[in-house]
DNA sequence: GTCTATAACGTGATAGAC
DNA sequence: GTCTATCACGTTATAGAC
């Protein structure tokens, strides 16, 4: 029944987000869009007059889809153990889905080489990932479910930036390597092997 | 005494490693090399004629100097502690230099945008940078220096990759980020903070 | 070893017809 | 909302003089 291209705009946003998190944002063109979608160059700047309009609606998606994710593990009550499982899904999703990487970590390597614009935007993506993780991490603890060291928000921290960089070795290592690492971040939160 | 300009080839290198480090491979051209070097296109081309020989000969400048910093380690007969030390040392430098990522991780988030055989001299130099790392990670485990679970080989993929994750978070978080982290992979290895 | 000059191409972007 | 056509520019790369 879906009217078929009608949501152009969608699919744009679609593909520009598995670019980046596939080549990065300066690897990909309007062209390998156009082409993919098989329509012209001018009807993607139609929906998207600049490239940096593109960029910083595809990190808003980003955003909005991790609160939307979030809220509803908050309204089906999960717990901190249940929590913690759900955000391993999103890179193990990344890392099937044809080795990609983490988005954040893409526009980080990229961070001197993107408009300013779009840094904000991956700052505010990073803030509300990290803030949301470090509230799950304390009322783990609290809670008795995982043990660790410093301060909850040091620890989430510390957990992105193993996640982000083990997807991105994992393109070397194969993916095995990214499994090696979430054992380990379990194993150092307390969690026997599952 | 120095004869200026007879090395113009060491020169190149260091900006192409310099920026590779800072926007990505992708994100920089002949030209910014030429003009921070004062020289034209032309003769960045004569000495490396193609972008993938520049990239090749950066990424196997990288190995040989790793090959370098260990053999001193190792004549110096350092203890696992202090190789550790050592290795923490090298993306400790990078932050410092202007919040540069470590070349491996960059090269990782790029990987599928970039020439074969620049891949090949990226996986030989993650792989001497690991089977370095997971002996000395295992003879520091043995002297009871470090306690760990898991093997030695996995262990060091984590730290790796925990290390790039947190050069590259740093971008946004600030500096202190890469410190939290480093402080609790110290953690984690069973030892005390220093 | 560096220069000038230029080729060949891809890029982001716009104007205007349909 | 998509098209054709086109622009201005940056990119990698080469030829040939000095």
Redesign the pocket.
Known sequence: MAHP?TD?RKQILDLAAALLQDRGFSA?????I?QQLG?????V???F????DLGIAVIQRYRHRFQRYIEILDQGGADPMLKLEAYFTIPWGYLRDGGKVCPLGMLETEFYAIPEAMRVEARSLDQEIRQWLTQALREGRDQGLFRFQGTAKDKALLMVATLQGALQISRVVGRDGFSACVRQLKWDLGLVSS
């Open positions: 291209r152009t990909f063109s309007y062209h390998d156009a329509v012209r160059n001018a009807a700047h139609y929906h007059p600049t490239k940096c």
